[in-house]
């Protein structure tokens, strides 16, 4: 069963007649740095609820900080390490933990990490998400998308992403026909819409223009979006992403000074960015610049840079501020970037407030950028 408090208001009675109900032996929980303490919540009502069930938590920001989150948490059981998939079903199958690769839990007294589970090679080998155990109708009546995988990894560095270190650097692609197998079944669900989730979908051209054929091929009438790098794009394949669907590109563009882009390693330039949103606009598929202010070397210069330049893009624009996420290499080198990290409640870690300042400016001058 799944409960999804992201679109259900979180009631701790309706959890204790699901549980009263069901009788789990386990329960998950995955979050984000900023709803871990929420997820934390939800465990430890769990706990108090059925102490016999195992809790178990994952994702990114628990992957990187297991001593503290077992610290932290002390009803929480298994911390589960990067994917998850078939650590789950290790643990759900009765392995003792000890043998069970990708998680930490408590031993002793003290905080015991197994190793490091290996990725998984074959993604086809994984069956589609069982989007029937989730509230549909509620998706549904606030018109919103179902996300989509078509690959996992990125063999960029970018310094504030925890994306490579999550998925691996090697990126691992399904096939197109069992994806677009997927989007025939939630488009039979009901969804109008699909969103490709992957950290780089526009990476392997290749890999793109053969699902454009599959759906293509099946006559599918949908609309859908994508996220992609500024140098990762050409007019042939945004043309051919439109002509089956594509209506919205998210580029992940940052700064617009070029010792930023170089400080958090995204090898790109300002003249990426152009061509891309204008390549875009040819294509006539929607844009989004998205920025993030704040980052190592921001200045006040920089910054009236950066929003001058976003205007001259005159295309939509979302301004962020940095979340030093733990794991990353921007959090692990704050002090040698000139990054002052302003708190660690990660309730604030929702990159719409400014939580870190460097030599340059103040948390207010960013949220005043963000503002203006």
Known sequence: RVQDFLVEEYDKKKLAREIAEFSPQIVGA???TMNYPIALQILKDCKELSASTITVIGGPHVSFTVEETLKEGPWIDIVVRGEGECTLLEL?????????????????????????????????????????LFPIPRYLAIREKTGLSTSRGCPFDCIFCLG????GRKVRLRHPKLIVDEIEETLGQGFRGINIVDDLFTLNHRHVLAICDEMESRHLKFQWTAFARVDTVSRELLLRMKEVGCDF?????????????????????????????????????????SFILGLPGETAETLQHTLSFARELDTPCAF??????PGTELRNRAEQLGLRILTNDWLRYSANEAITETAGVTARMLNEAVYE
């Not at 069956?127 to 029937?132: G, K, L, Q, S």
């Not at 490579?164 to 998925?167: A, D, I, L, W």
């Not at 962020?320 to 996420?325: D, G, K, R, S």
């Open 92 to 132: 759900a199958s009765g392995q003792k933990p000890d043998d069970i690769d990708g998680i930490g839990f408590r031993k002793d007294g003290a905080c015991y990490l197994t190793p490091p589970r290996r990725l998984i090679k074959d993604l086809d080998s994984l069956p589609p998400p069982a989007r029937y």
């Open 164 to 167: 490579h270190r999550m998925t």
């Open 320 to 325: 962020h501020l940095l979340a030093p996420f």
């Open 30 to 32: 995955t979050s984000v």
């Open 249 to 289: 590109l998210c580029y992940g563009v940052e700064s617009a000074d070029q010792g930023i882009l170089d400080t958090i390693k995204k090898k790109t330039t300002p003249q990426h960015i152009r061509q891309a949103v204008n390549l875009a606009k040819e294509a006539g598929i929607g844009g989004l610049a």
